[in-house]
């Protein structure tokens, strides 16, 4: 499923240094469980359970040895801290960008909705690769430093000023129905700068150039919802979903899945997936909301025996990458 898009912010980032498995108690000896230490967040530890599940236990409500464990630990993952695993804001997230760019002429929109022939455009998709554009779950700001023709002219950027806040220039282009944002490459972001092309003469761009933020990173956490085909109507009650905060409410009619979620959380994908590993591809699906609460519809022909998987990251960080292609033909549609 294509990646989430909205404005990025800044999260904090917590500590990636991983001890083994041991033995936790609550203050109270009543609950125990074994799980490794993944990291610690505002007065919070991060255990790993044997199952792979990810809990946030606050340190107040840990016994004192488990405490005592804690603070020696942070103390330690300076000196200790494994070649190659870094937090993620100590990563050097821009080393390993590639851009890839292609462009094409299209018929254009008709920007002033009564003339009868649309105003050429020319398209510049421009993909990401890397690390950081790999593991990207939302994008916002977006600066165009350069766009040029092959003759070195600077092309006009349209769609309403486009390049302060994609948040923003969402709604409007959504409002004129056009589908701004293609699919993305597997491994990596993809976003569309058009220009005006009245005369049609432009045949190449010989640079665009820029910068756009990533939310990436984080510690990823997965919640799956068991086969559901045989689901109906009701809140989702998980440990997972009261640990982020999350109410989630799951709303079948006929051949349409809807999930109700209010909270706050950074939400990297939903995807569905069978008994054998494979994403199921729903044969239409919608997402709105504002804020803390969202919605996502999905329709099938047939409502899949299959299971609904929620993947959520907990602290990524928001990495400024840039982008360069030189040189860039243009196909005709």
Known sequence: MSKLLCLCVVLLTSSSLHAQERNWSDSTGSYKVVAELVGVKNDSAILRKTDGEQVVVPLKRLSKDDQQFVTKWQKDQS??????????KDVDWTADVKTKATAKREPGFDYDFNSKDPMPEVVVSVDLMGNAAASAIQFGKLKIDSCQDGKGNDLKIEVEKFGVDISKEMDKIQKRGEDFFPSHPENGIRFKIKSLDKSGSVKKISLVAGQI??????????ETIKDVSKHEKGPIDSDLLKELGIKCEFDRTGQEVKLKMVGEATLAAIKFVDSKGKTVEPDGWSAGGWKESWEYTYNFEKIPAADL???????PVTVTLPFEAKNVKIKSR
């Open 213 to 222: 933020d990533v939310l990436t990173g984080g510690i990823e956490k997965t």
């Open 79 to 88: 000196t200790k801290q494994p070649a190659g695993e870094k937090d993620s």
């Open 309 to 315: 998987v929620m993947e959520f990251r907990i602290d």
